[in-house]
């Protein structure tokens, strides 16, 4: 079967800086794959992120070694397969590329959306929470205002500096009816949660996502046992295959398809979930509406949606989906349902 695959990077920029724990950026290199064949296209963003290990460079240096391994766009075992041989566990945003692309490519031969073509479900979405990102205080009071005002009911705020209990004391009293949740971004210390879970239950925290390091499973199975609200990992979940240790520390996994390989990696590691009793959130990073649109066809069967990335854009080069405040419709064309503007 022949088939072309080109890919071009693109810088995206937030409309403001977005800050976490960890650093604050504006710009975002992001890489789009583009499989023709047969008259038709279809397309994959690589949204990579430092934390793992993958850069602009990366992705641009290990697209040419991986992208061999697209032979049939209908073969996704033979795809994943081919995908792993060649780099087990590395490069993750650029696995998800192509299978974004095969699936893609598959459902518009088909004309269904891609939750149609895998049998998903077709139920509403949940709404989608908006990003309170790290700034001054009085920033971040700007931010829950202004997105109150635009009808956003689920806030996430980014959490994990000195004065952690004064940014949500502020944000809660900003946006008092709002379903709040908390991002520690692996940021605070065992000390640091404990002392913070009564303000957590104070504030009225819906879910913490990942308030410890990475690799402390043995903190958050113990804050777990204390904490009066949902644990939820991010940072501590790498590969599908991490799901079934992590059901013994968290309540929750937050699954993102640039971290998992692709739409569906994260589809495997949501039924996994399942079957270890934990509650599923579907995420992103930083994406435009391609990658967002590949996330939103999985997100009927999650408990939370954090769906906001190309939202946070200010030069999105995606069109297509369609939002009212936090509430994304299923998309309903061909494909992920979105066009290159």
Known sequence: MSLDLHWDTRELHTAQPFGIARWTHSVYPRTFVTLSHEGLTGQGEAAPNAFYGETRGTVEAVLPLLAGALTDPWDWDGLNAALSARMPHDHPSVKCALEMAALDWCARSAGVPVWRLLGLSPLALPESSYTVSLAPLDEMRTQARDAVARGHGVLKVKLGTPDDEAILEALREEAPDV??????????????????????????????????????????????????????????LHHVSDVVALARAFDGVNLKLAKLGGPLQALRALRLARAHGLQVMMGCMIESSLGIAAAAHLAGLCDWADLDGALLLADDPYAGLQWTAGQLARPQSAGWGVTLR
């Open 179 to 236: 379903a709040l949740r908390v991002d520690a971004n692996a940021a605070w210390t065992r000390a640091q949660a404990k002392r913070l879970l009564g303000v957590l239950e104070a504030a009225r925290v819906e879910l913490v996502e990942q308030p410890l390091a990475s690799g402390d499973l043995e903190g958050h199975a113990e804050l777990r046992v204390r904490a009066g609200v949902p644990i939820v990992a991010d940072e501590s």
